[in-house]
């Protein structure tokens, strides 16, 4: 089941992350109002954690 929702997750990994764009979109105009700092900061954040979870699931459907 885990398996299936991956191969979903990794077909379908565009989509994903301009629908995370999208829904931290107003996030990002927000925090570039306060301080263009944050809104770096925070965009850079969101794209580790990205990079992050496709790394663990190719990695679990390596060894796993």
Same mark, same amino acid.
């Given at each position: 089941m885990f398996m299936v929702l991956t191969f979903i /997750? /990794? /077909?379908h990994y565009d989509k994903y992350i301009y629908l995370i764009k999208l829904s931290f =979109? =107003?996030?990002y105009d927000l925090l570039s109002f306060i301080s263009p700092y944050y809104y770096y900061k925070f965009f850079f954040v969101s794209y580790i954690l990205i990079i992050a979870t496709t790394i663990y699931f190719i990695f679990y459907l390596l060894f796993f």
């Open positions: /997750l /990794l /077909l =979109h =107003h996030y």
